[in-house]
Nanobody, 115 residues
Framework: QVQLVESGGGLVQAGGSLRLSCAAS????????MDWYRQAPGKERELVAS???????NYADSVKGRFTISRDNAKNTMYLQMNSLKPEDTAVYYC?????????WGQGTQVTVSS
């Protein structure tokens, strides 16, 4: 059974940095796409960034130039380097791995950016 384990969230001041990780356990399958989503209080979950197995990346406009998504296919692990954090980046961040038709979600990790 595949489980996604996230780590790296926390409290940081505006302008600071955090690095999130999401690792898959219980499987050696290749995941086509890995994504980061986030959900702020009272808002819908939104896509932050995605990366394909081959390394093609896509970012939400709100994080372009500040966040960097990467993955280690050998370790089935994905990362999100977040720089120049803003209070509006405060949210629960979720990772999602796709191996069609299966979709796997992490449990979420809280990121809080203070002004």
């Amino acid at each position: 059974q595949v489980q996604l384990v996230e780590s790296g969230g926390g409290l940081v001041q505006a302008g600071g940095s955090l690095r999130l990780s999401c690792a898959a356990s219980g499987s050696s399958i290749n995941f086509n796409v890995m994504d980061w989503y986030r959900q702020a209080p009272g808002k819908e979950r939104e896509l932050v960034a995605s990366i394909t197995f081959g390394g093609y990346v896509n970012y939400a406009d709100s994080v372009k130039g500040r966040f960097t998504i990467s993955r280690d296919n050998a370790k089935n692990t994905m990362y999100l380097q977040m720089n120049s954090l803003k209070p509006e980046d405060t949210a629960v961040y979720y990772c999602r791995f796709l191996s069609p038709p299966r979709v796997y979600w992490g449990q979420g990790t809280q990121v809080t950016v203070s002004s």
